[in-house]
């Protein structure tokens, strides 16, 4: 039983760095997990087995993300909630030796619960976007999973080179985004859409 509650910790605080919308090598979980490499990819398969689908990005730079993380996670209804608080007293009551960590994963699930409404009503999907020539730009460049060379306006209103490759667009407070890779920072990042312009050269 220990072993297995084990196994579900380690899979859930996966899914929490995975949840943060960025991108983490085999290695780098492996580190954060304290686990082997090759129970990683154990868990992303358990996960995925679950419904939650963990997309891989190829190359030497590559790792796994999640990108609608909004609604890959929280699986977890009250009732979900319930049957932990009920595993909680029992591992208490059989001094499990590392009760601190299942109730800190279980205090995470509580507030991710408790948020989730909240967060929700700042996602406005299904809204319209305007099909200019960037967005059909961006648009094939996540069908055919391709990179797109960019100009990026940065918080001092300075233009810069960006090479990304797009995973998503998405709306968040009446601002539309796209989720990309970006080649400069090694990582996932959201880019605002009205700051973009297309390199002409």
Known sequence: MFRKMGKIINAIEMLNYLNTGNKYSVKE???????????VRYYKMELEQAGIQIETFMGPNGGYYI?????QY?????????????????L????????EKYEKILNKIKTASDIEEEKSKYFLLGTAIDKTELYFSL??????KKSLTILYRNLNHEWQERTIHPLQIFEYKRKFYVT???ELRDDIRHFEIDRIKLNSK
């Open 180 to 182: 990309a890779y970006c």
């Open 92 to 99: 208490k009551k059989i001094d499990y030796e590392d009760i």
């Open 74 to 90: 929280n699986h977890f209804n009250k009732y979900d909630i319930q049957v932990l608080e009920t595993i909680d007293k029992i």
């Open 139 to 144: 648009n094939d460049a996540i069908l055919n």
């Open 67 to 71: 990108l609608n993380t909004k609604n």
């Open 29 to 39: 979980l492996a580190q954060k997990l304290g686990i082997t490499e090759r129970m």
